[in-house]
């Protein structure tokens, strides 16, 4: 999908956002991926899972 906004966070550079992910996901488990649609619903992917990340942006 094109023209889509992102943010790429390296938690081993930016310690300071490692609450917030855990917050997010519930695990420590990354790669952790928020997708927040037109109408500000969020969906937290967690982990590499292709379906489910195409599921999130459809």
Known sequence: MKNQEWEEVHLDEHPERQQEA???SGSTTVP????ENEA???????GF???QLAEAIA
């Open 22 to 24: 855990i917050e997010l």
């Open 32 to 35: 952790i991926t928020l997708i």
């Open 40 to 46: 500000g619903l969020k969906n937290v992917v967690v």
């Open 49 to 51: 899972k292709p379906a």
